[in-house]
Every structure is written in C-alpha cells, then in structure tokens.
C-alpha cells in the first residue's frame, strides 16, 4: 500500500496509509540492512510504499513493512554461494560411501 510518513520515532516510523489507516514500520523492518537511524532511511513527508503485515483488531493500527518489498542482496549472495560446487577433491559423503562399498566388494572378492 502507498502511505505517507508522520513522524519519525527512535524505534520506527509512523506512516498514514491512503486508505486512513495509520501504522508503524519497526526499525526491524526498514531495510534488510543494519539500521541505526531510521532518519537515514526516511523522512517526515515522504510517501512510501509499504507491505502490510498485520493490522491490530483491537486499535485498528497496522505493522508495516519496507524490507518485505525489497530483495535481500546479502541472503542472496549466501544461497549462490551455497549452490556452488564443490571444489574439486572434495565430494559429499554418500558418493565416498559408493565408493568404500566397490572397494569393500573388490577386496571380498579378492580374499577369495
């Protein structure tokens, strides 16, 4: 949803949405990011694009949410890096157990 910041507190900023609705983005949802200001990320005035990720029944506030519209670069990079192959010499555990198996086989057979 697209809103417009109100203020701007030390733990997240305060956001009306275009439906009326006011909610707040949790310093832990600005960015994927470390964030230690909120005042780098956004300011009084601007309008923002906001994922809703709950809204209070009791108080009719919502949890808003700028992180869940945005990539996470970091986690990405993580998850091609874990795709990788693996180095050569180096080979998963149940290819090395095929492999002690032919050779326990070779060696029976050769005892006998």
């Known amino acids: 949803m697209k809103g ?3 203020g701007i507190q030390p733990y997240g900023a305060f956001v ?3 439906n009326g609705m006011q909610g ?3 310093i832990s949802e ?3 990011q470390f964030v230690k200001d ?3 990320y956004v300011h009084v005035g601007d309008e923002v694009t906001v ?3 709950d809204i209070d029944d009791q108080t ?3 949890s808003l949410s700028l992180k869940a519209l945005e990539p996470d670069r970091e986690r990405e990079k993580r998850q091609v890096r874990m795709k990788m192959p693996l180095e050569s010499g180096f080979r998963p555990l149940k290819e090395k157990l095929r492999e002690w198996i032919e050779q326990s086989k070779k ?3 050769s005892k006998k």
Do not use: P
């Open 51 to 53: 994922k809703v990720l």
């Open 4 to 6: 417009k910041v109100t």
């Open 16 to 18: 009306q949405l275009e």
């Open 38 to 40: 909120v005042r780098e």
């Open 60 to 62: 009719g506030r919502a």
């Open 24 to 26: 707040l983005i949790h």
């Open 107 to 109: 060696e029976d057979l």
């Open 30 to 32: 600005i960015s994927h």
